[in-house]
């Protein structure tokens, strides 16, 4: 049995909670309920601006454990990858005033009409590279995140960890800093390859941990996530193999349920959060 | 360009028009529409048992490219693992009398209650190996399906073609016959290691090809596939990867859509089918 984790590490991803609370309300819950950290989506930090917000946050001594989210690199002409850049670096700007401990990348699928998955690939790998220098110099480390290949075609066509280090390693370099992955447990639970790519990154390419649950039955590809203990993931597992190597960082919960937890009172939502890490990661 | 495949190729899946005949009228349904391969599942082989149904098959000249299913080896208990190893046999047999390609096993999630997902991979791994001895003996090459990861928790804890692949290996040996692979590109459309995957394959271990198509956006995990030529799946490239390496048989077309396919004429569904097989694949 792994001992419980601290419940400092606790982090309240803003996608949580977004249907009942604006983002000043997350901030004074999870000062209330003694959650440290959070991670707001730029929808909600655009109802305060990122100013006011890091202001805000830090009077409530909460730590910003991510941004989301940077990515969304391909588009079909010229164009709109440009607009795609200059909207990842405003993020980095938003993410940096917020000293957030990474702006994590949802890098997008295949632009509309499109089959050429190498093609949004390569474009995603491009993207990264355009922006990665900004990114340094602002101090905001980037984190790709792999999403479920369920959302391949039009959320992120980078879908397993070991594709996310690739593209650390090619466009960082093997060693090089300011780039590594957002490790989700939703989106890589079943992968076979899960522990040997939680070693292969190490904890300085381990910017960011998620949490939440699979359910059995899922009845939506996108918003039917379970609390954690509701589903099949092994969370103390993973955490371990997080741990293992080295990983220190924040439990982010983030929960999209459209039918259960958004319909619930904030307040409930986080008291069951701290219960649930406690019990069940 | 890929040109066109050749449409002697075409095998109905009976999943495709499941929901208005029964296995006698899909059998003239192709025998009429030139359709020369059919895929039965064993609820509609039930209906006319396997003996009746390969005399009729036989008689309209189809060729059976697959039975499905078997696997489901995953389960809470000894009992539970025996009874599946049972019904594998009896499908085998099964396989036999229809004289089909294959058999192919969908190999089964986590037992309910379980988050052992390792200890379920397991349970697959040791009941193929219980089974293929008397697969071999019966002349009916087994086929792993990698399933779709959103199947991880509940269908089949096998989700690449590598983990597939690494089961042959170690259960039939590197080399040994009688144990291959399934490519659905549902399934594996995603995986940017698919086209290693089916090089590492080779033809001797490509046992069935089965197309349709992933629809953007998705309405649901498991009855929203999509005709080939409506979805983001590049259908060409995957079968140049196919043909590649030496692959000459079927295209068999599985499509579970509950709110499209499934209630129009079955007739018109198999006519779709020829066209864009030769005008989408």
Same mark, same amino acid.
């Given at each position: 049995?792994?001992?419980?984790?601290?419940?400092?590490?606790?982090?309240?991803?803003?996608?949580?909670?977004?249907?009942?609370?604006? &983002?000043?309300?997350?901030?004074?819950?999870?000062?209330?309920?003694?959650?440290?950290? %959070?991670?707001?989506?730029? +929808?909600?930090?655009?109802?305060?601006?990122?100013?006011?917000?890091?202001?805000?946050?830090?009077?409530?001594?909460?730590?910003?454990?991510?941004?989301?989210?940077?990515?969304?690199?391909?588009?079909?002409?010229?164009?709109?990858?440009?607009?795609?850049?200059? +909207?990842?670096?405003?993020?980095? *700007?938003?993410?940096?005033?917020?000293?957030?401990?990474?702006?994590?990348?949802?890098?997008?699928?295949?632009?509309?009409?499109?089959?050429?998955?190498?093609?949004?690939?390569?474009?995603?790998? +491009?993207?990264? /590279?355009?922006?990665?220098?900004?990114?340094?110099?602002?101090?905001?480390?980037?984190?790709?995140?792999?999403?479920?290949?369920?959302?391949?075609?039009?959320?992120?066509?980078?879908?397993?960890?070991?594709?996310?280090? *690739? =593209?650390?390693?090619?466009?960082?370099?093997?060693? /090089?800093?300011? &780039?590594?992955?957002?490790?989700?447990?939703?989106?890589?639970?079943?992968? $076979?390859?899960?522990?040997?790519?939680?070693?292969?990154?190490?904890?300085?390419?381990?910017?960011?941990?998620? %949490?939440?649950?699979?359910?059995?039955?899922?009845?939506?590809?996108?918003?039917?996530?379970?609390?954690?203990? *509701?589903?099949?993931?092994?969370?103390?597992?993973?955490?371990?193999?997080?741990?293992?190597?080295?990983?220190?960082?924040?439990?982010?919960?983030?929960?999209?349920?459209?039918?259960?937890?958004?319909?619930?009172? $904030?307040?409930? =939502?986080?008291?069951?959060?701290?219960?649930?890490?406690?019990?069940?990661?």
């Amino acid at each position: 049995m792994m001992p419980p984790p601290d419940p400092n590490l606790l982090s309240l991803n803003t996608a949580t909670v977004r249907e009942k609370w604006n &983002l000043r309300q997350m901030i004074e819950g999870c000062a209330r309920q003694g959650i440290r950290g %959070i991670s707001p989506w730029r +929808d909600k930090l655009a109802e305060l601006g990122a100013k006011e917000a890091a202001r805000m946050i830090r009077d409530h001594g909460l730590t910003v454990t991510g941004l989301c989210r940077g990515g969304m690199f391909p588009a079909a002409d010229r164009k709109g990858r440009r607009a795609a850049i200059e +909207d990842n670096l405003h993020a980095i *700007d938003d993410a940096a005033t917020l000293e957030a401990k990474c702006l994590v990348l949802v890098v997008g699928g295949l632009p509309p009409g499109s089959k050429d998955l190498p093609g949004a690939r390569a474009m995603v790998r +491009d993207g990264i /590279g355009e922006v990665l220098d900004h990114a340094r110099g602002a101090g905001v480390p980037l984190a790709i995140e792999p999403l479920h290949p369920m959302y391949c075609a039009d959320r992120a066509c980078i879908n397993t960890l070991a594709q996310a280090l *690739d =593209v650390c390693d090619e466009v960082a370099g093997r060693d /090089g800093g300011g &780039l590594g992955v957002a490790v989700d447990v939703y989106h890589v639970w079943w992968d $076979p390859d899960l522990k040997a790519g939680i070693e292969r990154a190490g904890h300085k390419r381990l910017l960011a941990y998620h %949490i939440c649950d699979w359910l059995v039955p899922t009845a939506d590809l996108l918003l039917d996530r379970g609390m954690m203990g *509701d589903g099949v993931i092994d969370l103390p597992l993973i955490r371990s193999w997080m741990e293992a190597v080295g990983y220190r960082g924040f439990h982010e919960v983030e929960i999209m349920s459209a039918t259960n937890w958004w319909r619930r009172d $904030p307040d409930e =939502v986080l008291a069951r959060m701290r219960e649930r890490h406690q019990a069940c990661t």
